[in-house]
């Protein structure tokens, strides 16, 4: 059974800096897209970053552009999300999916981790 864990998260000032985290377990991990998604309340799901199974290419929404960063490790199965500069804006539940091809829609990951909840205070 594939599971993807994400840990990290929690609550920051603004101007601040959190790391997330997603480890996957349950199928091999290096050949697959991996993506970060945030969805705020009231709001759709949208695409934060994503990187390809190499590493080697990284997609960023205009919105984190030069704040955060996408990374990943496949020897230790695990996708990381560093965020800096962090603002109020950057409230959401952020999750980790993955997917056999480069998308950037979340419609088509089709496993995804449970959420973990970062809050940026003003």
């Known amino acids: 059974q594939v599971q993807l864990v994400e840990s990290g998260g929690g609550l920051v000032q603004a101007g601040g800096s959190l790391s997330v985290s997603c480890t996957v377990s349950?199928?091999?991990?290096?050949?697959?897209?991996m993506g970060w998604f945030r969805q705020a309340p009231g709001k759709e799901r949208e695409c934060v970053a994503v990187?390809?199974?190499?590493?080697?290419?990284?997609y960023y929404a205009d919105s984190v552009k030069g704040r955060f960063t996408i990374s990943r490790d496949n020897a230790k199965n695990t996708v990381y999300l560093q965020m800096n500069s962090l603002r109020p804006e950057d409230t959401a539940v952020y999750y980790c999916?993955?997917?056999?091809?480069?998308?950037?829609?979340?419609?088509?990951?089709?496993?995804w981790g449970q959420g973990t909840q970062v809050t940026v205070s003003s």
């Open positions: 349950g199928r091999t991990f290096s050949g697959y897209t």
């Open positions: 999916a993955s997917n056999t091809k480069w998308a950037i829609s979340p419609t088509t990951y089709g496993y």
């Open positions: 990187i390809n199974w190499r590493g080697s290419t990284k």
